[in-house]
């Protein structure tokens, strides 16, 4: 199936139909934030499951009720998603957790005004293009990736869901208002799973001991996560997404781009980079 009969272009960008009907992105268009709302901002296959196990638990001082028992879809919803319509978002108490894969020049008028916490997570493209061509592989409601090389000049030119990962980190780190935005890598959460979480946790302004800081990094190691029944997305049928082609939780490292990419597919993968992102003057760790 094409990009036609599978995605909307809203906004400029496509985004999956069945997951995103119109009602669901007209939804969003007028969500009302509250200013202590906490909001997961990625581009999609950059660490949003991880960081809906992370910000929970922190946000519940270690306790693993919620993700023991909710699916991180519920627990931390998609505001875009045809789910949030159905929540009763309005109804649960502060402080709520949402996650968004919207550009942010695609945020509603209410998040411009009450700005909200926003943890805006980040991966190196070449990884984030990696897992991206595995999990369209697997999934049904996306468009077939085809052979690598194509899916690479897709993804490149952002014709893919959610439009371009440049884009995406350009117009968030351009954000107006950056005072209530942590900007964090997967490669931090990687190098520093513990001191991520603290850092996390002070952003949200919630003090925790360092030893559940320890419970809650060692509840989100790859190994530990990948047993969890409401992360894993073993809950979702496999005519949606086939795990048996590729899993979920994929492989959780850092550089697996080098076992992806031709060493031409990566210099061109560079060049395009270099281009692109040649007046930003964040210093990502991958750089
Ligand atoms: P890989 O496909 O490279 O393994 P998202 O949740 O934004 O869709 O991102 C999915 C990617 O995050 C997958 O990458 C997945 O394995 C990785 N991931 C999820 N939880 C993780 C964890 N606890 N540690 C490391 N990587 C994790």
Redesign the pocket.
Known sequence: MTEADLYTLYKGVYVPTCVHPPQSLQYYEEFTFRPDDILIV?Y???????M??IVPLIMSGGDPASVETLPNWDRVPWLEEQRACILNLEERPSPRMFATHFHNNMMPPSFFKVKPKVIYVMRNPK?VF??SF??YGMTSFLVKPGPQSEFLCKFLDGQVMFGSWFDHVKGWLNAENKDHILYIS?EE??MDLKDSVARISQFLEKSLDAEVIDKIADR???KN?KQNNM?NYSAVPREFMDQTKSE??????IG?WKNQLTVAEAEHFDAVYKDKMKNVKYKFVWD
């Open positions: 990625t999609p296959k950059s660490g949003t499951t991880w809906q196990e990884d990696t897992s595995h999990y997967y959460l990687i989100c190691l790859f996560m992360s979920f939780l994929r492989k959780g490292i697996d």
